[in-house]
């Protein structure tokens, strides 16, 4: 099993910044995968970006050149910074993991943290 604790939400200004954290615990042979989602009010929840386990990362279009995904394996931790943020960022961002438990893979995700950009 896997747990995925958020942290770094908050209310911002438009065109401000915030940085999401997502730190995995729990018991498990590996994580490949580490990503967010969000999910506005009345909206389906939506990919934002992916990092693999070797740091290789691709973004949704509506986000690329403004939010920046990194890792750190040896904490087993994905921080997501978000720069020029814009109304429409405004949503509960949520933190996944693909993880390998025993010889299964498994998609785990952390409880979301709320996101609300102010104009």
């Known amino acids: 099993q896997v747990q995925l604790v958020e942290s770094g939400g908050g209310l911002v200004q438009a065109g401000g910044s915030l940085r999401l954290s997502c730190a995995a615990s729990?018991?498990?042979?590996?994580?490949?995968?580490m990503g967010w989602y969000r999910q506005a009010p009345g909206k389906q929840r939506e990919w934002v970006v992916d990092?693999?386990?070797?740091?290789?990362?691709v973004y949704a279009d509506s986000v690329k050149g403004r939010f920046t995904i990194s890792r750190d394996n040896a904490k087993n931790t994905v921080y997501l910074q978000m720069n020029s943020l814009k109304l429409e960022d405004t949503a509960v961002y949520y933190c996944?993991?693909?993880?390998?438990?025993?010889?299964?893979?498994?998609?785990?995700w952390g409880q979301g943290t709320q996101v609300t950009v102010s104009s």
């Open positions: 996944r993991a693909t993880a390998v438990v025993r010889t299964a893979t498994y998609n785990y």
């Open positions: 990092i693999t386990s070797r740091g290789d990362s």
């Open positions: 729990g018991s498990y042979a590996s994580i490949n995968a």
